[in-house]
């Protein structure tokens, strides 16, 4: 059974003996080429861009990022097989289309069997990291922190150290402490999932922690602003003038 | 025994409390029954002190006829003739204090007006036994009460006790699939290595089982425990695993609850180790400090990490397990700084057996 092109497989798990005993298996089948090995989330978003690879058999506990804010990161598209010892994460895996999900000890059988879906189903389907974005049915809301991709680094922004968001066609312009970070998501999607009682729509471009409103002014004739702590001036339309004050 | 007569103070309580009713008694004895005043204190003197301990010897019979399940016929049959030889033999030790008083010649006719009060006395005997043997059941009644009051509580805490332990005693499951996973990765690249945590693994499973079952174990034996686990552990995390160990001499054979400590050590690897790119050093320490015994866990800690569900359940089982068996006289004190964790036990050392 040789494939014209082998399986292009990248390896991510925090441990480097769950690593060694995957690359074992993987290397006796002749149509599997093992790209890379990643010991943490950050090396992995990385990999995946510069290696490219067609399959990915994912650690879901790992350090900085867990497997699934890995693939929320990620740019391309690529086949994911969660390895991992945790059983309660298999709902939300196959929710972003996940071609198995593995549990440790795995077996050479179970490997044998995830590959051969892959080869079935191919890599296409739609972008995992889209997917992720929709199906978060078992990740705690309000979030406590934001991923922001940048290139092949990641930010990791904690939701108290947001000051507030704008809406930038598809992408979200994230402040916070004088620095500012483009995200691929809209405000609406960033909104649902910050904790309600912290972040105000001021706006309808307009996302803003309400802890660093310093006052509000009146700006022209019927309308006004709100000028954070570190004298940014936030719009205000009528009905987020109505949200901030029901707020306070 | 009696309870009172077993104890100097309580004794020396009691008796200073006769001392009004003798004085009562005086006054009556002149008052009612004409008897000159200094002969009536006199009188009341002798006769109140003997009462004192007659009234004691009440609580013979009413500890050997229990209010409860006693036929009422027996019950009064009983106090009835107790009473009355109670009575007489106060009396006849009375009669034997004024022959006393009677040698001087002051006290003359002392012995004949006492003899004519000997009626009225023998009531008032058996009125004081009956209500001394009254205050007795009371007494036996609240003493019986607060002992099942004691024994409840003692049987909530051995239960709770039983229930925290039984929790404890419960492996991660996560900890056995890695262990094992790690094994399986082992087998063939370094098969030494795989028995030997296998090995390392049934030893740490041995322990926990065993040393759950028992009261109190020496400190040393928990940190046994708690590096048979690291070392299980080590093998996963490689070089992100560094452990310390600073333990002073007379520590180590204080009695401590057994698996008190592990859970902090698993919280350590799990929280700590597991979650930062570079893992760092896990360190235990423990001292004895006169009659307190100070442990602690140390652990970096990812200061960007995300609240982890599950967390703080260990933590709260550890803290309740040290209320049950120590209340306030134990404390745990977690401390989480930027890039560390760190948790303390403060505890009674207890005796070395």
New interface residues.
Partial sequence: MSAPTPLRVLLVD?????R??LR?YLSRDPGVEIVGEC??G?EAVRAVSETKPDLLFLDI?M??LDGFEVLELLDREVAVVFVT??DEHAIRAFEVHAVDYL????SEEKIGRALARVRERGVAGPPVSRLVADAKPDQ?RPI??LLVRDGTRVH?I?ASELDYAVARDDYVELHSGGKDFLKHQTLNDLEAQLDPERFVRTHRSYLVNVERIAKIEPYAKDSRIAVLHDGTQIPLSRSGYARIREHS | MHPILSRPSWLALYLASWIPVAALFGIALHVLAQVPLAEAFADAAGLTAVLAFVCLSAWYPSRAQPIAGAGTMGFLLTHAVAAVISSGVWLALGRAWVALLERDPGWQGAGARYNSLLPGLFLVGMLFYLLAAALHYLALVAAKSRQAEQKALELLVQAREAELKALRAQIDPHFLFNSLNSISALTSSDPASARRMCIELAEFLRRTLVLGQRERIPLAEELDLAEGYLRVEQVRFGSRLRVEREVDEPALASPVPPLLLQPLVENAVRHGIAQTLEGGTIKIAAKRDGSRLHVSVSNPRDPDGRARPGAGVGLRNVAGRLATLFGTEARLDAIAGGDSYLVELDLPAGEVS
């Fill in positions: 925090d441990e480097e003996l769950a060694r005993v074992e010991a943490n950050f506990q350090p900085k010892a945790f549990l440790k000890p795995v705690p406590d922190r990791v904690q």
